[in-house]
């Protein structure tokens, strides 16, 4: 009940936020080793326990996070295999057998009964399995044992997040990753990078970091789950439809800048800026220039790959935004540190640069003016104060709460965002707007996750409604039923005990009269506020049918009591 129930917002970004975060370390990485001198040494460090000293190093972090992550799930697979009985000792070995469904739930309605079943690929039996990916990973160990040079710990540990990704959202996990990394080494020409990057060990940490569980779910469930994951949840959602909540909208090209305007305010108005300006330093080898072109190589694969894709959400784009900004970041570094050049002493070409920022603060108040009008405005046709929360959900015409209103701050922070933003044109006072510009990013998201998405969760979630739940069985004790939801929120609350009847009807009302033959005389239901009158008439108008919580508690769910005789 202590978790932060925004977080919950959306089961969708539960594997977003993880994918974006191992990819974008798999990138960071790839571009730190691309950068390193290859003969440079990984630094010691001596720790003492006691008596003992033991010395450690980047070598034993990324191996050993390697070992972590792949060792648990080869122990695993072996133990499908292996009964251990302790009394008397003995040790025994079976074919795989699981059962389906689950324990807590079996038999109640809405839920798929508890039943034995045995793998469809019976041959690859899981310790089989364990033993191909022990061998990876001691192939692994074997190549980096004692490696001390810190190039090839670099791209070891991008190799392993790139897995990560892989693990979260497929193919695009471990494809985009090496993509932008191949691309930058073609665009830089850092040909001899290519026989740098230790392919041969990236695609052994693939398997024995990212496989094992794509493997062992096919080799109990075959083709339904290559059918579910690969050819729906992958193939059709890029080139099909599937479940598009985007009725009535543009989803061509300008559905993402339209989405990552917001996702990037208070910054919009800088971030086009920043995305064109390693152009300039095209012809310089530092490691900024280098580096501008590596991200916006990233940027440009991850906007191009979900924009082509058919179906859209808005939270798909999730993987630009963090090029879009580190460049931004790089941006104000050099708005900051270039601001106190004298202007008699610079150089044409710095003069000109002060110009382009200047032109960058005018041009970026009217983009971010526009975008806050969106975020806050009240139009006729427009949903305002919802689009951040969209961005973490992708269920587009649920209701705002009417008792919420965050205009007045929204207002606020696009007013401060507009006026900063426009203030970059003086030079003299450009590092302290800079200055101004962070803090109101950091306020901005502090407001955003203490207050905006603290106070709208309880009406895009079930926690308050679960509670009220348990607080009322306390004094009046009765079953929990779910009527006409799929929310999925009823299951998570009660630990997935809960009948759940998505849709009513003769059905629902046998599974009350049983209950009630059972001795039963109070039900609690969890149902959408707008189906409650259905919900009565369903049950034949019970004696009592008393609404426990308000609209103000949770404008979309509600709790319902209903007592019979």
């Known amino acids: 009940t202590t978790m932060p129930q925004w977080f919950l917002v959306s089961h969708q970004t539960m594997t977003d936020m993880p994918f974006v975060a191992a990819m974008a370390a798999a990138m960071a990485l790839f571009l730190l080793g691309i950068h390193e001198d290859p003969d440079k ?19 034993h972090l990324v191996l050993g996070t390697i070992v972590a992550c792949s060792l648990p799930q080869i122990v695993y697979l072996i133990s499908r295999n292996i009964e251990i009985i302790p009394s008397p000792f003995d040790v025994r070995f079976h074919m795989d057998a699981f059962r389906s469904g689950s324990p807590i739930n079996c038999g109640l309605p809405g839920n798929e009964a508890c039943r034995d079943v ?24 074997y190549m980096y044992w004692g490696e001390r040079r810190v190039q090839r ?61 794509f493997v062992a779910m096919y080799v109990r469930h075959g083709q339904p789950f290559t059918d579910r994951l690969i050819f729906h949840d992958m193939f059709k959602r890029a080139f099909t439809h599937v479940h ?4 009535g909208d ?37 490691r900024r220039a280098d580096g501008g072109v590596f991200l916006s190589m990233w940027f440009l694969f991850a906007f191009a790959l979900f924009t082509l894709m058919l179906t859209k959400f808005h939270h798909y784009i999730m993987p630009a935004l963090p090029p879009a900004a580190m460049l931004t970041g790089v941006l104000l570094d050099e ?31 009217c983009v971010v003016g526009f975008v806050g009008r969106d975020l806050a405005g009240l139009r006729a046709g427009l949903l305002d104060q919802v689009r ?18 965050f205009r007045p701050t929204l207002w606020a922070f696009t007013v401060a965002a507009v006026v900063l933003t426009f203030a970059l044109v003086w030079v003299r006072m450009r590092k302290w707007v800079v200055w101004g510009l962070l803090a109101t990013g950091i306020l901005f998201a502090g407001w ?118």
Not at 175 to 180: D, E, N, W
Not at 191 to 200: A, S
Not at 338 to 358: P, Q, V
């Open 118 to 141: 045995v793998p469809v690929v019976r041959g690859l039996q899981p310790g089989l399995q364990a033993l191909l990916w022990l061998q990876a990973l001691g192939l692994i160990l």
């Open 41 to 59: 040494l990984v630094r010691v460090y001596e720790v003492r326990a006691g008596e003992r000293a033991y010395r450690l190093s980047g070598y």
């Open 335 to 365: 708005m900051v540190t270039r601001s106190g050049l004298e202007t008699k002493t610079a150089s044409a070409t710095e003069r000109f640069e002060r110009i382009m920022f200047g032109a960058a603060g005018l041009a970026g108040a």
């Open 250 to 286: 543009d989803v061509g090209f300008r559905y993402y800048i339209w989405q990552l305007g917001y996702a990037m305010f208070p910054w919009t108005g800088l971030v086009p800026f920043a995305l064109v300006q390693w152009l300039k330093r095209s012809e310089e080898t530092d």
């Open 153 to 213: 710990l670099f791209f070891l540990a991008a190799w392993f997040f790139a897995a990560l990704a892989t693990m979260a959202k497929g193919p695009a996990g471990f494809g985009l990753p090496v993509l932008c990394a191949l691309i930058y080494v073609i665009v830089a020409r850092k040909w001899r990078d290519l026989l740098r990057m230790e392919v041969v060990a990236g695609l052994l940490v693939l398997l024995c970091v990212a496989m094992p569980w």
């Open 448 to 565: 955003g996750i203490d207050i905006y998405f603290v106070r709208l969760s309880p009406h895009w979630g079930q926690r308050e409604t679960m509670l009220a739940y348990y607080r009322a069985i306390q004094e009046t004790p009765g079953p929990i039923i779910a009527f006409q939801m799929n929310w999925k929120g009823e299951n998570f609350y009660t630990g997935n005990a809960v009948p759940a009847f998505v849709s009513s009807g003769k059905k629902f009302q046998d599974y009350i009269l049983e209950q009630k033959k059972k001795g039963l005389k109070t039900f609690y239901f969890v149902t959408e506020h707008t189906r409650m009158g259905n919900l009565s008439t369903e049950l034949g108008n019970p004696r009592v049918f008393d609404k426990l919580t308000t609209p103000e508690l949770n404008n979309k769910f509600g709790l319902v009591r209903a007592t019979f005789e």
């Open 244 to 247: 598009d909540t985007n009725e």
């Open 388 to 405: 951040l929360l969209h961005l973490f959900t992708y269920n587009y015409k649920r209701v705002f709460p009417p008792t919420l209103d």
